[in-house]
């Protein structure tokens, strides 16, 4: 899909899931962007949807919201009905832990939920389909190598097993029916609006109310971990100039044991490393995750701008800055305002 110019009317953009972390931070982006695109967003507003994550966009002519779920087909049949140019599909069921407490929403949303998009997308012939996948579909690596895009998916945890079953069913379609779509596959992102279950925000708001920081095991697995922006850009390119059937991987440039992200917030924050309590390991746990991203480099030309240190500093300033957000988020407030406004959910 060519990038819309200046003089022409724009693309409409659907985007799922896009009151989550990494979709409203790819609908801010989209929006400076590209200010004539218009932007759909459909999401169920999960536990993890936040309204708040785009209340300074709302107001804006070309962002609609809508409220429901990619696995109703009647709902994505009547947006895609309106015309949309292109699907970007970050809509899922995300949390590992969550995964590995009950899998059964894991694979509606995420494998049956991307098979209706798919289905749909088909039938009102869109023009372009962005796969959002992620880098725990190729499994664990050990203290050496890389995920190249040829690496045998190997999936470790429920939640990974149905992002590399809805990968699969996104290729079904390509080479069954010729659907124009790509997948990309990133490493952990961090930023701005990430809930705050995820390591990075769980631990700058824990040390910011002075409770304890609950470490996984013995806290050195490793993650490659990438600034939100980074990871946007990454999506921008590909979704414009990404070559049909392709897979795309993305990646921070940035390894990192769990414990030096721990430290290096709790360093920032001038709060003491006694926070840091070791937990039970999480069941299953990946050890290790590193990216070749030279693809996407070489083809498309994008690599990461931000470094650790750069991200990570900017990260901890917003959630000081933010604290009603996530203060919110943490009482369950905003979930109780989404239910008056919209019934239960
Ligand atoms: P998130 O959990 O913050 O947001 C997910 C969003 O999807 C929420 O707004 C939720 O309400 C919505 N949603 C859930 N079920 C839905 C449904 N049935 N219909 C419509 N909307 C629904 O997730 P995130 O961290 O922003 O991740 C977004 C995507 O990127 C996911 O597909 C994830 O697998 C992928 N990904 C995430 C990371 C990461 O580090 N966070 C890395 C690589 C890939
Ligand atoms: O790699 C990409 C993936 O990154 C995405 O596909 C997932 O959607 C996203 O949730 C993330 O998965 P992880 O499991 O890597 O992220 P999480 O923030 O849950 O955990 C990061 C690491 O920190 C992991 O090794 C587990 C550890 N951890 C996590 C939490 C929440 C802890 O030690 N303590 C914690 O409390």
């Known amino acids: 899909m060519a990038e819309g110019t200046g003089t022409d009317k724009g693309k409409t953009i659907l985007v799922t899931g896009g009151c989550g972390f990494i979709g409203s931070n790819f609908i801010h982006y989209m929006l400076a962007r590209y200010p004539q695109y218009r932007i759909i967003n459909l999401d169920i507003l999960s536990y993890c949807g936040n309204l708040d994550n785009l209340c300074e966009v709302a107001d804006r002519p070309t962002v609609t919201f809508v409220k429901g779920d990619i696995a109703d087909r009647e709902t994505v049949r009547r947006i895609l009905g309106k015309g949309v140019d292109a699907?970007?599909?970050?809509?899922?069921?995300?949390?590992?832990?969550?995964?590995?407490?009950?899998?059964?929403?894991?694979?509606?949303?995420?494998?049956?939920?991307?098979?209706?998009?798919?289905?749909?997308?088909?039938?009102?012939?869109?023009?372009?389909?962005?796969?959002?996948?992620?880098?725990?579909?190729?499994?664990?690596?050990?203290?050496?190598?890389?995920?190249?895009?040829?690496?045998?998916?190997?999936?470790?945890?429920?939640?990974?097993?149905s992002k590399a079953a809805a990968d699969l069913m996104v290729r079904a379609y390509i080479e069954t029916y010729g659907i124009d779509a790509v997948i990309t596959?990133?490493?952990?992102?961090?930023?701005?609006?990430?809930?705050?279950?995820?390591?990075?925000?769980?631990?700058?708001?824990?040390?910011l109310e002075d409770r304890e920081l609950p470490v996984y095991g013995d806290g050195l697995n490793v993650r490659d971990w990438i600034y939100v922006e980074d990871h946007c850009q990454a999506i921008d390119a590909i979704l414009h100039r990404g070559v049909k059937g392709e897979?795309?991987?993305?990646?921070?440039?940035?390894?990192?044991?769990?414990?030096?992200?721990?430290?290096?917030?709790?360093?920032?924050?001038?709060?003491?490393?006694?926070?840091?309590?070791?937990?039970?390991?999480?069941?299953?746990?990946?050890?290790?995750?590193?990216?070749?991203?030279?693809?996407?480099?070489?083809?498309?030309?994008?690599?990461?701008?931000?470094?650790?240190?750069?991200?990570?500093?900017?990260?901890?300033a917003w959630y000081v800055e933010h604290r009603p957000w996530w203060e919110r988020i943490k009482s369950g407030e905003y979930l109780e305002y989404y239910e008056r406004m919209y019934g239960n959910r």
């Open 185 to 207: 596959r990133c490493s952990n992102n961090y930023g701005r609006y990430q809930f705050p279950e995820k390591l990075i925000p769980l631990m700058i708001s824990n040390a």
């Open 247 to 316: 897979i795309y991987n993305i990646g921070g440039a940035s390894e990192r044991t769990n414990l030096d992200v721990v430290k290096a917030i709790l360093h920032t924050l001038g709060k003491p490393e006694t926070l840091i309590r070791f937990v039970k390991d999480r069941l299953g746990h990946d050890r290790r995750y590193a990216m070749d991203f030279s693809k996407l480099k070489n083809e498309l030309g994008w690599e990461p701008n931000v470094t650790f240190e750069q991200g990570i500093q900017q990260t901890i």
């Open 87 to 161: 699907i970007v599909n970050f809509a899922a069921e995300s949390h590992v832990d969550r995964s590995i407490e009950d899998p059964n929403l894991f694979l509606r949303t995420n494998v049956l939920g991307t098979q209706v998009l798919l289905d749909e997308a088909r039938e009102a012939a869109v023009s372009r389909f962005v796969q959002i996948s992620t880098d725990e579909v190729y499994g664990s690596l050990g203290a050496s190598g890389v995920f190249t895009e040829d690496t045998p998916l190997k999936p470790n945890s429920p939640y990974a097993a």
